[in-house]
């Protein structure tokens, strides 16, 4: 298993895994399968690093960095994304790929991570908390989906020590 920056010919299987979260699960609250179009339009906005994982140019499941927020206090702050292929699931994948994201950022100004998790995702939950991360807070009620309100938590995991104010 190798971990990779994307490129463009793992697009389409990258967007298969994510419509598959789309279609079946509550994990992600899009209510409609990403098109072509609008999945090209989102990774153009990925500015940190975006891996996959691949053996024998099978894409087995992917991890990025997004901006947390557009407002540029907010710059020290990313958020996570990884998806698994359900019917290639490897177990400690996920861990492979957040812990080569984490390499790649060390070197940048980003000095948090946060994740938002909906809340009966256990398997989600527990990843987060084997990685460090402490959940900071819960947003009841705040989506919707299979007729259904749903509720999430923010997940936090500090992996820089802030700077210290010099006044």
Do not use: W
Not at 10 to 24: G, P, T
Not at 68 to 75: C, E
Not at 114 to 139: P, R
């Amino acid at each position: 298993m190798e971990i990779l920056n994307v490129t463009a010919a793992d697009y389409s299987q990258i967007r298969n895994i994510l419509n598959y979260y789309i279609i079946n699960t509550k994990v992600n609250f899009e209510t409609e399968p990403i098109s072509v179009d609008a999945f090209n339009k989102m990774v153009c906005e990925i500015t940190y690093p975006f891996l996959v994982a691949k053996e024998n140019n099978v894409v087995f499941g992917y991890a990025y960095l997004s901006k947390y927020n557009s407002k540029r206090g907010y710059d020290i702050t990313s958020d996570l994304t990884i998806y698994l292929d359900q019917s290639k699931k490897i177990k400690g994948l996920g861990t492979l790929l957040f812990n080569e994201l984490l390499r790649r950022v060390s070197d940048t100004e980003i000095e948090n991570i946060v994740s938002i998790i909906e809340v009966s995702n256990k398997e989600s939950i527990l990843f987060h908390e084997k990685m460090g991360f402490e959940k900071v807070s819960t947003i009841k009620d705040v989506g919707y989906k299979f007729d259904e309100y749903l509720s999430i938590y923010y997940y936090l995991k500090r992996i820089k020590t802030h700077k210290q104010n010099t006044l």
